[in-house]
């Protein structure tokens, strides 16, 4: 069965960087569109950066391109999410999606794309 599991998070002051990993099993992770997630309290579960495996493609929403990077580590399963320069704005709980099936430039794009999830890391950006 397909599981993700987020780590990483934590307090961090504005304009630092923390990198989260997303450890996963149960499937080839290449085969799998990766997305990260975030949500703040109050708000909507926006999706920040997805990752196409094979297909190379990689993309970023505009609040974190430049700032954020996602990469794979497929020889360990996980995907990791470089966050440099962060921004108070950035609080929130972030979460890894995968789905087999959806792409970046479509379904992909909203929660409704992915069937399976992570269950958070919480990452607080603050003096």
């Known amino acids: 069965q397909v599981q993700l599991v987020e780590s990483g998070g934590g307090l961090v002051q504005p304009g630092g960087s923390l990198r989260l990993s997303c450890a996963t099993s149960?499937?080839?992770?290449?085969?799998?569109?990766v997305s990260w997630f975030r949500q703040a309290p109050g708000k909507e579960r926006m999706r920040v950066s997805c990752?196409?495996?094979?297909?190379?493609?990689?993309i970023y929403e505009d609040s974190v391109n430049g700032r954020f990077t996602f990469s794979r580590d497929n020889a360990k399963s996980t995907v990791y999410l470089q966050m440099n320069n962060l921004k108070v704005e950035d609080t929130a709980v972030y979460y890894c999606?995968?789905?087999?099936?959806?792409?970046?430039?479509?379904?992909?794009?909203?929660?409704?794309?992915?069937?399976?999830w992570g269950q958070g890391t919480q990452v607080t950006v603050s003096s």
């Open positions: 999606a995968a789905d087999r099936w959806t792409w970046c430039d479509g379904s992909g794009s909203s929660v409704e794309g992915y069937d399976h």
């Open positions: 990752d196409s495996g094979r297909n190379d493609r990689t």
């Open positions: 149960g499937f080839i992770l290449d085969d799998y569109v």
